[in-house]
Every structure is written in C-alpha cells, then in structure tokens.
C-alpha cells in the first residue's frame, strides 16, 4: 500500500475507533482510574489478585520519571496473564497501547484486536508487551514486579500516548 493510502487508512480506522470507543473507560470492570504507582529501586509494583477479573486491569506505574503502565487479567480457567500497555511493533508510534471495548483489547495504532488469552504470550507481533512467569513473582494475595524489571522496560514507554 503506499504511504499516502496507508496515512488515509490509518486516519480512518483511528476515527472509527474513537467513535466506537467513546465513553468507554479502559479502566476494567469497574472503571475504576488508579493513581500511578511510584516504584523505587528495591521495590516492587504490587497489583493485588482480588481486583482481577475476566476483562484487563490496567495498572499505571511511575519508573524514574517514565510512565509505564501493565494489565492483568484473571482468565477463566484462573490463569494469570500481565502484560505492558504497550505494543511489541506499535510501541514507537506514540500510539501502541490498547484500549479496552468488551472483552478485547484495541491497539490505538494499528486497530488489532486481542481477547484476553492473547495478554501475556510472545508473539513479536502486534500485541500486549508479555511480562512472562520469570518477570514476576506471584504470591497468593498479588502479582509483584520489580523495580529492576520495570526499569530496564522503559524504553517501550519513550513516545507512549504521545499521539504522534
């Protein structure tokens, strides 16, 4: 396709998905608009298993000055899946990270859409940023990754929601 086409193409299905969107909070279940965590050196961003049902939780931390952001899901068969708000291609556009309609998650860049079996998995395409089993320790009552985890994953949230 060549540029000014993919340019149109792309500027449409933006439109369309702000459209279908609207009002639509990305927030989880509930709606709920979490205050970012600040995570130090020798601490651990802390997402409690409680909150966590079949749609994402979207959970925003503050890393040196860098807003990052992780969702987790609990699937049905009470799998824990994390991953970053951030996509694995889009990342750089200033516009790889999803939004939440029903039960799938929308990359605002490129339009793709996931189901929640999807969050978590590798796949060097266009989806959630994994943050695998090794990532994180999961205990019973949370999901905690650390600092030095999250630090060295900044450079995914250079240009996040930057809309450029």
Known sequence: MKTAKKARFYASMALILTLLLAGCSGGGESGEKR???TVAQGESLRIPLGGLGET????PVEIDGTDMEVLAVKLSDGGIRTAFNT?????????GYYEQEGSDLI????????GMDEIGRPSRG???????DADKTLTEEEILISYEFLAGSK?????WKSGA
């Open 35 to 37: 205050e970012p965590q």
């Open 56 to 59: 994402a939780s979207f959970y």
């Open 87 to 95: 996509c694995e291609l889009c990342f750089d556009s200033g516009r």
């Open 107 to 114: 990359c605002q860049n490129c339009g793709n859409r996931f």
């Open 126 to 132: 266009c989806n959630p940023w994994p943050i695998l």
């Open 155 to 159: 450079r995914f949230f250079g240009r």
